[in-house]
């Protein structure tokens, strides 16, 4: 039975997909089945999608045709914007909009990273409704105007009013949704799982199941221990079989991660805000971070070669 049925208040007017890349581009194909929605992403993306459509492959098949645009040059009453740029990108993309922001806008923050909802309700005004969901959906970008889907799961909303909103939106539209009432054990959650699969896959330029290796089972616990550790000083208990989980969740996962996808292609990672945070708040705290300092690292030395 549905989580997200009963007491909601109408559809929203509208759907903007602020940084339509592989993620992005995803939802996006999936809400415009029940919603109108705008992809705002880099032209060449944008102007294959305005040509051919949005070609989705593997788990999801088809050519969805939806608007796309370059930038925003306005947000209609009661629309929905949902945040899916690179971490390190959010700051500069929400200052880009925040003067066509209008009170009865919701923004859903649908990015990897811990603090990033606090960041963006920094920067637009205190009315406009600000919250964090998770997506647990593979997908690759092939090219400009077409994605390859190889893993569909759910979507983690809170379970606030406006969150149900949300979530019975994206049930319309075919999305499985998962109502959490602690959002911020969630993230943190999501965050352990990031911060073992997403650096060691860099490295290693594999895919995610790949490194359920039993010869990278000490670095994989070893991840996880610092970051349990900093998620208790900062009043978020994580139980520490939460590496178990992660290793077996990776064995099911073929897809190519989002940072082993930027190393690949020589861009920007979002490793400042995986297990780059958990350095600066195991200094913050006083917590050894040893193995997290060493991936960090490891990663920056990466994203330096060209």
Same mark, same amino acid.
């Given at each position: 039975?549905?989580?997200? *049925?009963?007491?909601?208040?109408? @559809?929203f007017g509208s759907v903007l997909i602020l940084g339509?890349?592989? &993620? ?10 029940? #919603? ?8 060449? /993306? ?8 949005? &070609?989705? @492959? ?20 009661? #629309?929905?914007?949902?945040? *899916?740029?690179? +971490? /390190?990108?959010? $700051?500069?993309?929400?200052?880009? &909009? ?26 637009? #005004? ?11 959906? !593979? ?7 077409? &994605? ?26 075919g999305l499985r949704v998962r109502l959490a009432e ?12 990031? =911060? ?16 359920? #290796? ?9 991840? +996880?221990?610092? =970051?349990? $550790?900093?998620?208790?000083? $900062? ?5 520490? @079989?939460?590496?178990?989980?992660? *290793?077996?969740? +990776? +064995? ?7 940072? =082993? ?23 913050? /705290? !006083? ?11 490891l990663i920056k030395f990466m994203e330096g070669r060209?």
């Amino acid at each position: 039975m549905s989580q997200v *049925t009963e007491g909601q208040k109408g @559809s929203f007017g509208s759907v903007l997909i602020l940084g339509a890349g592989a &993620i992005g581009s995803f939802y996006g194909s999936q809400l415009s089945r029940g #919603a109108e929605v705008t992809l705002v992403g880099k032209e060449a /993306h944008v102007e294959a999608i305005n040509r051919q459509g949005l &070609i989705v @492959s593997g788990e999801v098949e088809g050519t969805y045709r939806l608007r796309a645009a370059t930038e925003l040059i306005g947000i209609g009453e009661e #629309a929905l914007l949902i945040l *899916t740029t690179k +971490a /390190h990108d959010t $700051e500069g993309a929400m200052m880009g &909009i925040r003067d066509l922001l209008r009170p009865d806008t919701t923004i859903l923050v649908l990015q990897n990273g811990l603090g990033n909802e606090e960041m963006v309700r920094s920067i637009v #005004a205190e009315e406009v409704e600000v919250l964090r969901g998770l997506s647990s959906n !593979g997908v690759e970008f092939t090219e400009p105007g077409m &994605i390859n889907v190889t893993l569909v799961r759910e979507t983690v909303l809170p379970g606030t009013p406006t969150g149900k909103r949300v979530g019975r939106l994206f049930e319309e539209c075919g999305l499985r949704v998962r109502l959490a009432e602690d959002m911020e054990r969630e993230v943190w959650r999501k965050l352990v799982m990031n =911060c073992i699969i997403n650096p060691l896959t860099a490295v290693f330029r594999v895919r995610n199941s790949e490194i359920v #290796a039993d010869s990278l089972r000490y670095v994989r616990e070893r991840i +996880a221990d610092e =970051c349990i $550790e900093v998620a208790g000083t $900062e009043g978020v208990s994580l139980e520490p @079989s939460l590496v178990e989980e992660v *290793t077996k969740a +990776a +064995a099911s996962y073929s897809n190519l991660s989002s940072m =082993c996808q930027d190393i690949l292609k020589g861009r920007r990672t979002e490793i400042d805000f995986l297990n780059g945070r958990i350095v600066e708040l195991g200094r913050r /705290h !006083g917590v050894p971070t040893p193995v997290n300092t060493t991936l960090t690292s490891l990663i920056k030395f990466m994203e330096g070669r060209k």
